[in-house]
């Protein structure tokens, strides 16, 4: 072994990060290996690399015994005595057998050795660098696309977005830029492997952490958060400082801040509502853009009955229970929702008035029929 490579050993320690003795000794190993396939030798070596000056010795190894049964692994104790009298039963004898033409079998061994662990470390840090950002956006390049996974390119790691991870209508061309949320990285025999989701709820929060500035400074909390990919979602926030408006922290001016974000999702549809620990206040709050007039709440069950008026029972519903799907995965209640008409004949909506709606002067309909703001849909 040459100088040369010890040099190059060293270098990439200092570069790749992989421990110089770590190598010599996986070279070391990997010469004896190949020393006994080469040479057609069954013996017990060892191989010495001296790192001064680079040279490598192959030492056959024997064990000191009274009678020998194998003289491939054994050497008797007069045997041994004759090449040092000072040999005894249970050591074992060293003798160097290198071969004259080995030199050029382990420079070819040591280079396999050196790529193949060059190859395992940089792999190594590259699932140190993803696995930490499991849980975060990444943004990537759309490679290829087969019966099961699309390929996106992150850089120095190819990531598969999965087909249920894929938004039901999204296009994906080939290519093109997109952001994905990295749910898991795993070590696997071809390295790294990172699994990535379009679908999943945290790329909305990491979209709203990243879109305003509120979330990011911890000043508006999100609670919580229910997606229908592709389609609709409610996200709950909460303002810690009185003052923020929290819903309108989220939606920003004119829309701006919510529309950047459904404009990345293809159109999503996405309902922010405020958060409030009163499951009454909560799951009229979820039903928007619904106008609620009572929330009657069943603590043992976590359950409530929502009384809606009767030209907003299909919006609070939605479209194939959407709405009220939604709202109940928001709030973690359970959500019946009935028509005051219907309320009023079960009794369970004697009340004149609503607890959230005073008067017939503060029901609107004049928006029952467009889409509310930016960020909210008229299911009816």
């Not at 898991?184 to 989701?197: A, L």
């Not at 853009?289 to 009572?294: A, N, R, Y």
């Not at 609503?354 to 004049?366: A, G, K, P, V």
């Amino acid at each position: 072994m040459s100088s040369d490579l010890l040099d190059a050993l060293t270098a990439l320690e200092q570069q790749k990060g992989i421990s110089r003795d770590v190598l010599i000794e996986a070279i070391e190993a990997a010469l004896v290996t190949a020393y006994k396939r080469n040479f057609n030798q069954a013996q017990n070596v060892r191989v010495d690399l001296n790192l001064e000056n680079g040279s490598m010795v192959v030492y056959s190894r024997k064990d000191v015994v009274e009678e020998v049964e194998d003289d491939r692994l054994q050497i008797s104790l007069e045997e041994a005595k004759k090449i040092n009298p000072a040999y005894e039963i249970g050591d074992v004898l060293e003798q160097e057998v290198t071969p004259r033409n080995f030199g050029r079998i382990a420079a070819q061994t040591a280079k396999q050795v050196v790529t193949q662990r060059v190859r395992e470390a940089e792999r190594g840090l590259i699932y140190e660098e993803f696995v930490d950002r499991t849980d975060d956006i990444v943004n990537g390049t759309i490679e290829r696309q087969d019966a099961r996974n699309i390929y996106i390119s992150l850089g120095k790691v190819e990531a598969a977005l999965p087909v249920n991870e894929q938004i039901q209508g999204e296009v994906y061309k080939p290519q093109s830029r997109i952001r994905v949320y990295i749910t898991k990285v795993e070590r696997t025999t071809r390295g790294p492997q990172v699994i990535v989701s379009r679908t999943h709820p945290g790329l909305l929060r990491r979209l709203f952490e990243m879109e305003v500035p509120e979330i990011y400074e911890g000043i508006v909390e999100i609670k919580s958060i229910a997606r229908e990919a592709g389609d609709r979602s409610k996200i709950s926030v909460y303002a810690h400082n009185e003052e923020v408006d929290a819903v309108g922290a989220c939606v920003g001016g004119k829309g701006a801040r919510v529309q950047n974000i459904v404009n990345e999702l293809n159109g999503e549809k996405i309902d922010i509502v405020e958060w409030s620990e009163d499951p009454v206040v909560f799951v009229a709050n979820a039903l928007s853009p619904s106008k609620v007039l009572d929330v009657i709440v069943n603590e043992e069950e976590k359950s409530t009955t929502v009384v809606v008026p009767d030209y907003q029972l299909s919006l609070a519903i939605g479209k194939r229970g959407q709405n009220a799907r939604l709202a109940a995965k928001l709030t973690g209640w359970k959500i019946d929702i009935k028509s005051e008409s219907d309320a009023r004949e079960l009794g369970i909506y004697p009340n004149e008035s609503s607890r959230f709606i005073q008067d017939d002067e503060d029901i609107d309909t004049s928006n029952d029929e467009i889409e509310y703001d930016l960020y909210q849909d008229n299911e009816e």
